[in-house]
């Protein structure tokens, strides 16, 4: 099993809808997951934190799942500039500070 | 979170040579990091530059080939060696402090002919 996985993607959705993506991850022991986004020729940006069962912040809602080893990403009320790449990041089991990236799902909000 | 800059932002390099790319913070971080990303990839982690010590690789990453520095704790480099077309790619650096969350610099874009 792949340390971290996502759905590629893409989602196309129209503004205003709600999208959710999902990311597994294999590290049981893991404490910390983040989700980051990346636009287009960009550096990836911390978007939230989670160290317990979720976060909220505006119209985002991180949730996780510790039994099942999966955490969510939800997007309510999609703008135009939501349209990113959202890359789903656990801590490496070989070390605290070391960082594993999936391969990022990819948002396309239109008109 | 911390301001990182990198140099250069991008080149365009001839096979066989090396470029160094500098990563600056504006204040003192207890980790820095060097990525690679691929077109259309996630991020790779390279190394982890240790300050007045040695780098940590990862797996299928060599001093050789990418040697680093971290002379103090705002600065480091990393340097492609001997490139070849296979080393085009993003190179991005990172930093944290305290906990795991990583910051990142706007990356060098290389590109090797």
């Known amino acids: 099993r792949k340390e971290v996985e996502q759905d590629p993607g893409p989602f196309n959705v129209p503004e205003g809808a709600t999208v959710a993506f999902n990311c597994t991850y294999s590290?049981?022991?893991?404490?910390?997951f983040f989700w980051y986004r990346q636009d287009c020729r960009k550096e990836p940006k911390l978007l939230m934190s989670?160290?317990?069962s979720g976060n909220e912040d505006g119209r985002f809602t991180a949730q996780l799942n510790r039994a099942s080893q999966y955490i969510s990403l939800l997007i309510r009320d999609s703008k135009l500039s939501d349209s990113a790449t959202y890359l789903c990041?656990?801590?490496?089991?070989?070390?605290?500070?070391?960082?594993?990236f999936g391969a990022g799902t990819r948002l396309a909000v239109h008109p | 979170s911390a301001v990182i800059s990198q140099k250069p932002s991008r080149d365009i390099c001839q096979r066989g040579t090396s470029l160094t790319i500098q990563c600056q913070v504006d204040?003192?971080?207890?980790?820095m990091f060097w990525y690679r990303q691929q077109p259309g990839q996630s991020l790779t982690l390279i190394a982890t530059?240790?300050?007045?010590?040695?780098?940590?690789?990862e797996s299928g990453f060599v001093i050789d080939k990418f040697p680093i520095s971290r002379p103090n704790l705002t600065f480091s480099t990393l340097t492609v060696s001997n490139m070849s077309p296979e080393d085009s790619s993003i190179y991005l650096c990172?930093?944290?402090?305290?906990?795991?969350?990583?910051?990142f610099g706007p990356g060098t874009r290389l590109t090797v002919l």
């Open positions: 989670v160290y317990s």
């Open positions: 990172s930093a944290s402090r305290q906990g795991p969350e990583q910051f």
């Open positions: 990041v656990v801590p490496s089991s070989g070390g605290y500070n070391k960082l594993i």
């Open positions: 590290n049981s022991a893991s404490q910390s």
């Open positions: 530059a240790n300050q007045g010590s040695e780098a940590t690789y």
């Open positions: 204040s003192q971080v207890t980790m």
